[in-house]
Nanobody
Framework: QLQLVESGGGLVQPGGSLRVSCTGS??????????IGWFRQAPGKEPEGVSC????????MYADSVLGRFTISRDNAKNVVFLHMNSLKPEDTAVYYC???????????????????WGKGTLVTVSS
């Protein structure tokens, strides 16, 4: 059974850092062939594609809103993708979802319609 499980969310002060993780299982092919994306959804807003990484880890993409502050990485030996978030702002507050994607890096932006499976999400709150 396909699963993506997020972890690592929590409360952090503005300017702080946090790392969220996504552990995958149940894929029919090797994890190093699965492109993974991170989306976030703030209350009352549409989901926003934040970052994605290709299965090999060679290609990454970032939304303009997080470029230079967030870094995506993966450890295929452990089936884990990480999103390292630095210089966090209150507007980064959202539920962060890990997604399996058809492709990362073939479009100019990270799009909802490129995803085919979502985890349940982890809440990140940036507040003093």
């Amino acid at each position: 059974q396909l699963q993506l499980v997020e972890s690592g969310g929590g409360l952090v002060q503005p300017g702080g850092s946090l790392r969220v993780s996504c552990t995958g299982s149940g894929f029919s092919s090797d994890y190093n062939t699965i492109d993974i994306g991170w989306f976030r959804q703030a209350p009352g807003k549409e989901p926003e594609g934040v970052s994605c990484i290709s299965g090999s880890g060679r290609n990454t993409m970032y939304a303009d809103s997080v470029l230079g502050r967030f870094t995506i990485s993966r450890d295929n030996a452990k089936n884990v993708v990480f999103l390292h978030m630095n210089s966090l702002k209150p507007e980064d507050t959202a539920v962060y979802y890990c997604t399996a994607m058809h492709s990362c890096g073939t479009r100019a932006t990270i799009e909802y319609y490129d995803t085919y499976y979502w985890g349940k999400g982890t809440l990140v709150t940036v507040s003093s």
